[in-house]
């Protein structure tokens, strides 16, 4: 499909128990949210092969995510598409402003931190549910997981999300991460893959 840029991106924080337990957060009892816009996106293509790295702004990790298409006829809300993409975080910009109480944007919202691989159309939600997924450094897996390990699954967070946002057509949800996060250096190759799904890009 085309890859049309949507009006937000939601993200959901703390989706997976053992992210949550892994960077010593507490585990919330109802979803975390919070919001990207569309100016983030990094559409990894063929002929957009690279990733640039913020330079001066300590760690930037990645957070790999199952991403999901909002397709919004009236007030019916549906998922049309899917794919994976990563959202990346500051890590020591984040844990500062978490000590000091303060609100994560800027940790979370800077251009090319929410990178975003081909679409794929979406079948049913239960088989991309099951599908596994990983995320490969220099041909070391840091991160594989499955959207049936998510504490608030997509059929919820289509309900819930509306009591909160005004949500539109093709808007994107960032599903939340599973462990395994790290950092992104200067020349890493990265691999995003899922059966028959892949894509891959060097930091710069």
Not at 53 to 80: A, C, M, N
Request: proline letters at 6%.
């Amino acid at each position: 499909m085309e890859n049309l840029k949507p009006d937000k991106i939601m993200c959901v924080g703390r989706n997976y128990l053992k992210h949550a337990i892994e960077l010593g957060n507490e585990v919330p009892r109802e979803p975390l949210y919070f919001i990207k816009p569309a100016s983030t996106l990094c559409l990894i293509t063929d002929e957009q092969k690279t990733l640039e790295l913020p330079k001066t702004k300590g760690e930037v990790h990645h957070e790999l995510e199952l991403v999901l298409r909002i397709s919004r006829q009236g007030d019916q809300l549906s998922f049309s598409h899917f794919a994976f993409g990563l959202d990346l975080t500051l890590r020591d910009l984040q844990n500062q402003m978490k000590k000091a109480g303060q609100p994560w944007e800027k940790a979370k919202v800077f251009r090319n931190s929410s990178v975003l691989g081909p679409w794929m159309t979406m079948t049913t939600l239960a088989e991309v549910m099951v599908r596994p997924f990983e995320l490969t450094v220099n041909g070391q897996v840091r991160q594989k997981g499955q959207g049936q390990d998510m504490s608030w699954k997509p059929d919820f967070l289509l309900e819930d999300l509306p009591n909160w946002f005004p949500v539109c057509d093709g808007d994107l949800i960032y599903t939340g991460t599973p462990e395994g996060v790290g950092p992104l250096k200067l020349g890493d190759l990265v691999r995003v893959r899922s059966e028959d799904y892949s894509y891959s890009f060097e930091c710069s």
